[in-house]
T-cell receptor
Framework: KNQVEQSPQSLIILEGKNCTLQ??????????LRWYKQDTGRGPVSLTIMTFSENTKSNGRYTATLDADTKQSSLHITASQLSDSASYIC??????????????FGAGTRLFVKA | GAGVSQSPSNKVTEKGKDVELRCDPI?????LYWYRQRLGQGLEFLIY????????KSGLPSDRFSAERTGESVSTLTIQRTQQEDSAVYLC??????????????FGPGTRLTVL
């Protein structure tokens, strides 16, 4: 069954600290993996996208890693800011047998950054 | 350019009433998606439109839910005889269909539906 599991469910950190969010997936055949940030009351916004051959991708203070062998991804946030408080959603896209794409969403990790 | 817009932003209705939610995708985006997000939970796929192809309705939870899209423009999601469990944020997203891998979805702000 195609699934995306994220951990932890929620996380509280102090401003300025680093943190790492995890994503494990059982999606096949894999096409690409994305991390989205969803602020409260807003729609998700894409942070990074990685294909099978990419191991790491950075976007400012956000760095995503991908291990396609173990089917794991992580999102590392450096020097956290209060504005990083949001839900972070791992999304895996698979290829369908008709040549299209299907999107599988993780439940998200809720990050709270405190002053 | 403008992003995905949705209306209304908030909708409060009584149990048993019908509601219509609207989504305006980004101009030129051929694919349009509807998702439901219950409080504190992940996104739940509802329906997907791609150009003039038959929509993928596999995520619709019951026959009370339906959606339409005219060409590659506006879409409406209709929920008939609303129930309290329909209370959620309904998100719309659009994407450019490409032959490659990068059909990134751009999301609207959502419509928060509350069924009393």
């Amino acid at each position: 069954k195609n699934q995306v599991e994220q951990s932890p469910q929620s996380l509280i950190i102090l401003e300025g600290k680093n943190c790492t969010l995890q994503c494990n997936y059982t999606v096949s055949p894999f096409s690409n993996l994305r991390w989205y940030k969803q602020d409260t009351g807003r729609g998700p916004v894409s942070l990074t996208i990685m294909t099978f051959s990419e191991n790491t991708k950075s976007n400012g203070r956000y760095t995503a890693t991908l291990d396609a062998d173990t089917k794991q991804s992580s999102l590392h946030i450096t020097a956290s800011q209060l504005s990083d408080s949001a839900s972070y959603i791992c999304v895996v896209i698979l290829r369908t047998n008709t040549g299209g794409f299907k999107t599988i969403f993780g439940a998200g990790t809720r990050l709270f950054v405190k002053a | 350019g403008a992003g995905v817009s949705q209306s209304p932003s908030n909708k409060v209705t009584e149990k048993g009433k019908d509601v219509e939610l609207r989504c305006d995708p980004i101009s030129g985006h051929t694919a349009l998606y509807w998702y439901r997000q219950r409080l504190g939970q992940g996104l739940e796929f509802l329906i997907y439109f791609q150009g003039n192809s038959a929509p993928d309705k596999s995520g619709l939870p019951s026959d009370r839910f339906s959606a339409e899209r005219t060409g590659e423009s506006v879409s409406t999601l209709t929920i008939q005889r609303t129930q309290q469990e329909d209370s959620a944020v309904y998100l719309c997203a659009s994407s450019i269909r490409t032959s490659g891998l990068y059909n990134e979805q751009f999301f609207g702000p959502g419509t928060r539906l509350t069924v009393l």
